[in-house]
């Protein structure tokens, strides 16, 4: 759905004349991901604290998109569609493992080690790289002269300033009070041998720093893939697939134990169909 909204927010952006209305439409649908994300991320955290794997999590996520998806592309676009082509393939493959198997992966990763509002905050670094790739790459043309370029560069640097201010400030707790305080005692001490946290919260931070690197990545080549390969539904489709193969393959090398495969739990599952939503 994340994937199938955000290319369709893409071409209707190409297509108006990026007047008050042909914006409004985009603008929604980005703010309606935005809300799910942050309820997904909620759950995810809750679902990995009773012992879901995140390997497992993105696996069956992408499995299930892909058994969902691949009848709809089917009949939907298998007569229009034309034949697979080596670029098309090498920017599908690249595209699922930028923006499903790597990405999915490290912002569980990131769940597991840090907390659901600091892996809310941080991503707020995304749509950074992606202004600074895009202008370095000159998929993006950047006017500060022009009243655009400027709320593109106020935009960015807002959004910069969002994601350091909520990253490092430690206030007052709201909730909570004698978790948070023993929280902020394990991060502003040097890691013990028994808790080893601040080396536990490292990785989760590098984890959700590159979670947004493969976003902003992703949202370049999206564009492209948008323009060579116009099929919605089928993109989506072949997207899950690679990815689930992508990711199978790696879990299935680390995780040995198939009893962490076989989900049980009706939150956990529940966890999987909304991020699979979300995604």
Not at 41 to 48: G, I, R, Y
Not at 241 to 269: P, R
């Amino acid at each position: 759905v994340y994937s199938t909204t955000w290319w369709y927010s893409a071409r209707q952006n190409r297509e108006s004349d990026m007047g008050s209305g042909g914006l409004l439409l985009p603008t929604v649908v980005m703010l309606v991901l935005n809300v799910l994300s942050a309820v997904m991320v909620a759950l995810v955290k809750a679902a990995m604290a009773g012992g879901l794997d995140p390997l497992v999590l993105v696996t069956l996520q992408q499995l299930t998109a892909a058994i969902f998806l691949g009848p709809i592309a089917h009949f939907r676009e298998g007569k229009s569609r034309p034949k697979m082509t080596l670029e098309i393939f090498a920017y599908l493959f690249i595209s699922a493992a930028l923006g499903a198997a790597m990405r999915q992966y490290m912002v569980f990763v990131g769940l597991r080690y840090t907390t659901a509002t600091f892996v809310s905050a941080f991503s707020n670094i995304a749509p950074v790289l992606t202004f600074v790739l895009a202008v370095a790459t000159r998929s993006e043309s950047l006017h500060l002269r022009t009243a655009t370029g400027a709320a593109k560069l106020a935009g960015t640097l807002v959004s910069l300033a969002g994601a350091m201010l909520l990253t490092f400030y430690r206030g007052v707790a709201l909730t909570h009070a004698n978790s948070a305080h023993q929280l902020h005692r394990s991060l502003s001490s040097p890691p013990s041998p028994e808790t080893d946290s601040g080396r536990r919260w490292t990785l989760g931070t590098v984890a959700i720093l590159g979670n947004c690197v493969c976003l902003a990545c992703w949202y370049l080549l999206q564009g492209r893939i948008a323009r060579k390969y116009p099929y919605v539904y089928s993109c989506n489709a072949f997207l899950s697939t690679f990815s689930f193969l992508q990711v199978a393959v790696v879990g299935l090398c680390v995780q040995h134990n198939l009893s962490a495969w076989i989900i049980t739990n009706k939150f956990q599952i529940l966890t999987v169909l909304y991020s699979l939503a979300c995604h």
